[in-house]
């Protein structure tokens, strides 16, 4: 569960991350993404690589919601995972929920 985000970074419970992330229920990496228009479809690759566990990918896009490529979508569509994009804080959000109800959810967040 995310506790906080913000000035750069993440936090679950004791553990900080800093910058951009792919979070998992069971794990969190670094994610090499600074603003939407860093995100290409071989951004999403652990995503797809762990897709049997994904039905629903949040986009916390940092501080504004953009338009998401229909790029993106078609490389996530034949692995079942539709992308939700919106602001960080509502995908930090919505991430929580989404876990505490054990879907099957994963979150690519950019750092606000």
């Known amino acids: ?3 906080s985000y913000g000035d ?3 936090r679950f419970g004791e553990e900080t991350v800093t910058g951009s992330i792919l979070l998992f229920p069971e ?3 670094s994610w090499n993404v600074t603003k939407a228009e860093d995100i290409t479809p071989e951004s999403f690759s652990r995503v797809i690589d762990k897709a049997d566990d994904i039905e629903i ?8 919601l953009t338009q998401v490529p229909m790029a993106w979508r078609q490389v996530l569509k034949p692995h079942g995972i539709v992308i939700e994009p919106m602001d960080t804080g509502a995908a930090c ?4 929920v989404l ?12 750092a606000v």
């Open 1 to 3: 569960m995310v506790t």
């Open 8 to 10: 750069g970074l993440f």
């Open 27 to 29: 794990s969190v990496y």
């Open 57 to 64: 990918l949040l986009l916390g896009m940092g501080s504004r």
């Open 93 to 96: 959000r919505t991430y929580n």
């Open 99 to 110: 876990v505490s109800e054990a879907r099957r959810v994963a979150a690519a967040m950019i």
